[in-house]
């Protein structure tokens, strides 16, 4: 097939296409001003004398299209209706009797339901909507990408509030190579508190808590180690790098140190590279909503990926079967997975009159009861085989979805 013909066969599956959504079967009674001069019965495209509603020659639909404002909305709503019965036929079949609209659909009942991959658009689409308005915005701003300092910050008010015990908090700042900030104290503000009597003790001696006395804090006061300065154990920093580390800008120390004074890392990543990375993490730490909202935008993606890898994994677990082919695969994922989204929104909308893990109990329950019906009603298998391909790919497609996950979060970082 030529260009030319592959072109002219579009043009005409566009029109047929249009024309079955618009109820086109014949023109409208009242001509408009820019219809051909040609008797009915012609057609408008190469004269030929009509057979039928579509020209046999060249395979135009014999209609201008012309429409009154009236005449769309009664074919709208013709349309709606026509789409609201296949709504009926598809929707209750594909949520309570999984398996059946794969199953009638790869038997060639195919017009009565709603077209698989449209079926998929519509449920994902739904539930991201329901998904945005039930969540609302996440909180962001005091998310930052550094290092063991802004981790330091963080445990320092977690013991300040009591959440964390005085041993657990200085191990876990010593294992940062970061030093306690001078006058913390769990569960209260030492500056509203009063004096300690062990102060006074320790001032009595001409030392103060948190000083020499105090091995922990030998290291210096400072919650933020200077690059290339003292204030920390030298072994410590050269351990973990909390020389360079320090600041909302540790990850772009790590990922470029020639660029702050320090040698440059043995990495196989070249410059170029790394600077790239660094400007994406410096760029997330501007404005932290970033990330959240360019992982946003990649998730339908990664989504849609999913679902012929998934048609794939269950090709797999048939490949010694004859007679079913990658196309039915396929249309057993997509209708497995619009049941899972809509599923989904169900979850979401219920989670919160019982709970989230409630909800996300009964999805998961749900999901393999799903896909046991599936191997049982399509492919026919027995109850013993269909557990074991259910409970096979539960734990493949457990490891695709985590690395679907971090390249999410890895194209959000590289596209922020």
């Given at each position: ?38 008797p009915d019965g012609v057609c408008q495209n190469c004269e030929t004398e009509l057979e039928g509603p579509v020209c046999h020659n060249c395979g135009q639909v014999d209609d201008t299209y012309h429409r009154s404002a009236g005449a769309l909305v009664r074919q709208i709503i013709d349309g709606f209706i026509n789409l609201d019965g296949r709504v009926a036929r598809t929707l ?53 990408v550094g290092g063991p300092a802004a981790v330091g910050e963080h445990l320092t008010d977690a013991f300040e509030s009591g959440e964390l015990e005085e041993t657990e908090y200085r191990q876990a700042m010593q294992s940062l190579g970061l030093s306690i900030p001078p006058g913390v104290e769990a569960g209260r503000d030492v500056s509203e508190s009063g004096p300690d009597p ?219």
């Amino acid at each position: 097939m030529g260009g030319d013909d592959f072109d002219q066969t579009a043009d005409t599956v566009t029109e047929h296409v249009a024309a079955a959504g618009l109820g086109v079967t014949t023109r409208p009674g009242k001509r408009a001003r820019l219809d051909p001069d040609l008797p009915d019965g012609v057609c408008q495209n190469c004269e030929t004398e009509l057979e039928g509603p579509v020209c046999h020659n060249c395979g135009q639909v014999d209609d201008t299209y012309h429409r009154s404002a009236g005449a769309l909305v009664r074919q709208i709503i013709d349309g709606f209706i026509n789409l609201d019965g296949r709504v009926a036929r598809t929707l209750p079949r594909l949520m309570v009797r999984p398996g059946r609209v794969s199953g009638d659909y790869l038997s060639g009942k195919r017009a009565r339901f709603i077209p698989p991959f449209r079926l998929y658009i519509v449920a994902s689409l739904l539930m991201f909507l329901v998904a945005g308005l039930t969540t609302g915005d996440l909180d962001l701003g005091e998310l930052r990408v550094g290092g063991p300092a802004a981790v330091g910050e963080h445990l320092t008010d977690a013991f300040e509030s009591g959440e964390l015990e005085e041993t657990e908090y200085r191990q876990a700042m010593q294992s940062l190579g970061l030093s306690i900030p001078p006058g913390v104290e769990a569960g209260r503000d030492v500056s509203e508190s009063g004096p300690d009597p062990q102060d006074e003790v320790s001032g009595q001696e001409g030392t103060e808590v948190g000083t020499a006395d105090d091995p922990a804090m030998e290291q210096g006061a400072a919650v933020e180690p200077a690059p290339g300065g003292g204030g920390s154990d030298a072994a410590t920093a050269r351990r973990y790098g909390a020389e360079y580390w320090g600041g909302d800008d540790g990850m772009a120390r790590l990922l470029v140190p020639e660029d702050y004074g320090k040698p440059a890392p043995d990495s196989v990543l070249p410059y170029r590279v790394r600077r790239y990375l660094a400007d994406r993490v410096l760029r997330i730490n501007e404005d932290p909503a970033r990330l959240w909202e360019a992982s946003l935008s990649w998730i339908p993606r990664i989504l849609f990926v999913l679902v012929p890898v998934y048609a794939g994994l269950l090709g797999l677990t048939y490949i010694w079967r004859r007679g079913f082919f990658y196309y039915d695969h396929l249309i057993v994922s997509v209708h497995f997975h619009s049941a899972l989204f809509l599923a989904l929104t169900f979850a979401i909308l219920i989670g919160h009159l019982i709970g989230a893990g409630w909800a996300t109990l009964g999805l998961l329950i749900y999901s393999n009861v799903y896909l046991y019906k599936v191997h049982r009603v399509v492919y026919e298998r027995s109850r013993f085989t269909s557990i074991l391909r259910t409970l096979t790919l539960d734990v493949v497609y457990f490891f695709v979805m985590l690395i679907a996950i971090m390249a999410v979060v890895l194209l959000g970082i590289l596209s922020a």
